[in-house]
């Protein structure tokens, strides 16, 4: 990898971190958008696996929820694993082709950021969790495969549940980590995901966790609610432009 290109990818990273460590969310999706600007969707996938991996399994373990969670939502997480497989087996992954890829990955972006600036609540499922959580899996698993950007439609879910806001952010880091590992079984099935494209991911895990503690610094001095408006309007410009750029 030439020197300006992993300075560039460590700024990312650094930037992707800093917003993570704010708002708890975002590093996989700001990463996954701006590294899509300079490669293509499945090389910035690839590289996004190790940081958005360790920083959402610390996310997952940190606090007394993970278990009944996991009693509570395995099946959305089997789903989510399944629905990503299938995808990619049935060549809807990233690898399938650029062009179709980075459009898909702009729609995503877009529609979380509308989702986020909208303030949009899903309805709680209430009984219908049973028969809601496996569909919502599945489909975030497609929308994983297809464009590397897990938040679609499992964040508006999750936020639905009613959950407490300590039990909230461990349900967010299982989900993250969950498509993570199945995201990197996916395109390591493609050939995406070997082991030099593995020791650059590694590489960027620093500047990611560097990142998450200045945002963790920044979080005594800013508002997170107007951090969260600017990370959701920058998402949605970035989204546009992905997608609008490879339209025209």
């Known amino acids: ?50 940081p958005s991996l360790v920083t959402n399994v610390w996310q997952m373990v940190v606090g ?17 694993v399944l629905g990503t497989w299938a995808a990619a087996w049935l060549g809807f992954g990233l690898g399938a082709a650029v062009g179709p890829a980075t459009i898909a990955l702009g729609v995503a972006l877009a529609l979380y950021a509308l989702v986020g600036l909208l303030s949009f609540r899903l309805r709680p499922p209430g009984s219908g ?3 809601w959580s496996p569909l919502i899996g599945a489909i975030t698993g497609a929308i994983t495969a297809a464009t590397g950007v897990f938040v679609i439609p499992a964040v508006p879910y999750l936020q639905a549940l009613g959950l407490e806001k300590d039990a909230l952010v461990q349900a967010l880091g299982l989900s993250f980590t969950v498509s993570t590992i199945a995201l990197a079984v996916g395109l390591s099935g493609g050939g995406s995901f070997g082991g030099g494209v593995a020791l650059h991911s590694l590489l960027a895990l620093a500047p990611a966790v560097l990142g998450m503690a ?16 600017c990370f959701f309007a920058g998402l949605l410009l970035l989204g546009l432009h992905l997608a609008a750029g490879r339209l025209l």
Not at 223 to 229: G, I, V, W, Y
């Open 64 to 80: 007394p929820h993970l278990r009944p969670l996991v009693r509570r939502l395995w099946p959305m997480m089997l789903t989510v």
């Open 214 to 229: 200045i945002g963790q610094a920044l979080l005594r001095r800013v508002s997170p609610a107007t951090f969260r408006l």
């Open 129 to 131: 969790e049973r028969l």
């Open 1 to 50: 990898m030439a020197e300006h290109h992993f300075i560039l990818i460590a700024l990312i990273f650094l930037l992707a971190g800093l917003v993570k460590g704010v708002i708890g969310m975002g590093l996989p999706t700001i990463s996954m958008g701006l590294l899509a600007l300079v490669m293509p969707p499945a090389e910035a996938a690839a590289l996004l696996i190790v």
